[in-house]
């Protein structure tokens, strides 16, 4: 699974070349990757081509790069990349991709977040909104149990997941800001299933950032 404290952004993108992972989803970008610097001249140094399947773009390993060398090649794999994320918005609108300053947020501890039991109910909640505040009754009964954490409040937040057997939520916050992120493992790409989390914080955010990631 990829590292739970959260390699957001470019990290993440990196790691779809290191393991065979499902990371929202892939189209045909070659046109995208005419338009870029050739990965020939960046210097890459990944692993056997061979393994990779014929949709994957040339992508650049910035391991060992440094300076003007490495800025290129963040700006070759964010250009890649950034088709794939746009595919992935219209797919699925609950989508919303953190930034790179993501990398220093800090992690929210794991009692503060619960799934949700009654599913259907939250996601029509959040239908219009990403993030609701919640009675301390309500937040019992989407999440089935009842908490309460002094100085914190409940909140109904929207979240994606690929497999719920398998994966775990992890919320990042940030600036008035949080990032919800749900990492699973599988054998396939079933598709992003809505769902939502009872998140207790310490303040109501103005932003929220979704994503979900997949590995085999």
Same mark, same amino acid.
């Given at each position: ?12 993108? %990196?790691? =779809? ?5 499902? =990371? ?6 070659? &046109? ?5 610097? $050739? ?17 994957? $773009?040339? %992508? ?32 699925? $609108?609950? %989508? ?8 220093? &947020?800090?992690? =929210? ?12 109910? &939250?996601?029509?909640k959040l239908a219009n909104e990403a993030v609701v505040e919640l009675s301390p009754a309500e937040a019992q009964t989407y999440s089935g149990k009842a908490a309460t954490f002094p100085g914190r409040k409940p909140y109904l937040v929207r979240a994606l997941m690929y497999f719920r057997d398998t994966?775990? %939520? ?16 599988? #054998? ?6 809505? #769902? &939502?989390? =009872? ?18």
């Amino acid at each position: 699974m990829l590292h739970r404290s959260h390699i957001m952004s470019v990290l993440l993108r %990196f790691a =779809v070349v290191l393991l065979p992972a499902c =990371v929202h989803g892939k189209g045909d970008s070659q &046109a995208q990757a005419d338009a870029v610097t $050739p990965v020939s001249e960046l210097g890459i140094a990944d692993p056997d081509p061979a393994e990779q399947d014929d949709k994957t $773009p040339p %992508f650049c390993n910035p391991n060992g790069k440094q300076g003007d060398d490495l800025r290129k090649c963040y700006e070759h794999n964010d250009f890649l990349y950034k088709g794939f994320e746009d595919e992935a918005k219209k797919r699925e $609108p609950w %989508f919303n991709f953190a930034a790179d300053s993501w990398l220093q &947020a800090k992690e =929210v501890e794991g009692q503060f977040v619960l799934p949700v039991v009654k599913e259907d109910e &939250a996601v029509a909640k959040l239908a219009n909104e990403a993030v609701v505040e919640l009675s301390p009754a309500e937040a019992q009964t989407y999440s089935g149990k009842a908490a309460t954490f002094p100085g914190r409040k409940p909140y109904l937040v929207r979240a994606l997941m690929y497999f719920r057997d398998t994966g775990s %939520f992890s919320v990042f916050e940030k600036d008035q800001a949080i990032f919800i992120r749900h990492d699973s493992i599988g #054998t396939s790409n079933p598709g992003e299933k809505r #769902t &939502a989390v =009872v998140a207790y914080l310490t303040f109501k955010p103005k932003q929220v950032y979704v994503d979900c990631q997949m590995t085999e």
